[in-house]
């Protein structure tokens, strides 16, 4: 769990919520909620926790497949379309996500899938960055196609500055099937490293766009490529450069592991001042 509080507004206070309960176990009070503005959570907590949520006055503001962002109307005074004197800025993958119809149902047999979704697991955190009421900036790469068109309109309407944004006139947008085995575990078939978002470079990162941003995240399933990792890099020196933060999120999936880059994703930890380990 963590909280942030802004400086800029002494009042408000977010809340991370990233643990996630376990079944059969006795429940945990999750605090003082109607001193909380904001509230992220993955969806299994939520589940768990929605009644207390609702309870405390929250509001369901925005929800993927990933996490739900919860407001405190009575505390969240951002007026629509104003945001904190903070930008956050992340890079990696952007891409579709297709989601398998039945629970078990894997990739070894025809089947249906609802999609495609706009995701990427930097993209998402972006866009919920966006929701909360910070200044937001993704950096990544899409094809010049319906997905990738897709992707940026979403992440426009929600807010994200998508400048950071390129389309490659001759790569595809990557895409995700995902297939769930349980609430909690799921197995996913990738196409990100021969995708647009597997040619991002330094090169793509903007300086002046970078300039503007006062914090970087890194999220450990965006270190799939050498090139990747030197943008990454140049971000984590200019931002640090600047007297900025860092905070990194390993969120490495057991499919990643055999590509060879992912061995240097944990050495980010040491650039870091804040990491948010979880369990898998």
Not at 35 to 56: D, G, K
Not at 70 to 80: D, G, I, R, S
Not at 94 to 121: I, T
Not at 219 to 243: T, Y
Request: neutral net charge.
């Amino acid at each position: 769990q963590m909280c942030i509080r802004d400086r800029a507004q002494s009042k408000r206070v977010i809340a991370i919520v990233a643990s996630r309960p376990v079944y059969g176990e006795k429940r945990y009070a999750v605090g003082e909620l109607q001193q909380i503005s904001s509230v992220v959570t993955p969806q299994v907590v939520a589940a768990e926790y929605h009644a207390c949520f609702l309870a405390a006055g929250l509001t369901n503001s925005y929800t993927n497949n990933e996490c739900l962002t919860w407001l405190n109307t009575a505390l969240h005074k951002t007026e629509p379309g104003a945001v904190m004197n903070v930008t956050i800025c992340t890079i990696g993958e952007l891409l579709v996500e297709f989601l398998a119809k039945e629970e078990n149902q894997g990739f070894s047999r025809p089947g249906e899938f609802w999609g495609p979704y706009p995701s990427g697991a930097p993209a998402i955190f972006a866009d919920q960055v966006a929701k909360l009421g910070f200044g937001s900036v993704l950096f990544s790469c899409v094809g010049n196609d319906a997905f990738g068109e897709m992707n940026i309109a979403r992440l426009e309407k929600d807010g994200v500055n998508v400048n950071g944004i390129a389309m490659l006139q001759k790569a595809t947008t990557g895409s995700a099937f995902v297939s769930y085995r349980s609430q909690a575990q799921r197995d996913f078939i990738f196409n990100m490293p021969n995708s647009a978002c597997g040619l991002l470079t330094a090169d793509h990162i903007d300086e002046a766009l970078l300039n503007q941003c006062q914090h970087f995240h890194i999220m450990g399933s965006s270190l799939f490529s050498f090139r990747i990792i030197d943008a990454m890099r140049k971000a984590i020196e200019n931002i640090k450069g600047r007297s900025g933060t860092v905070s990194f999120d390993p969120n490495i999936r057991k499919e990643m592991l055999n590509i060879p880059e992912m061995s240097q994703a944990f050495e980010s930890v040491s650039y870091t001042h804040l990491t948010l380990p979880t369990k898998r």
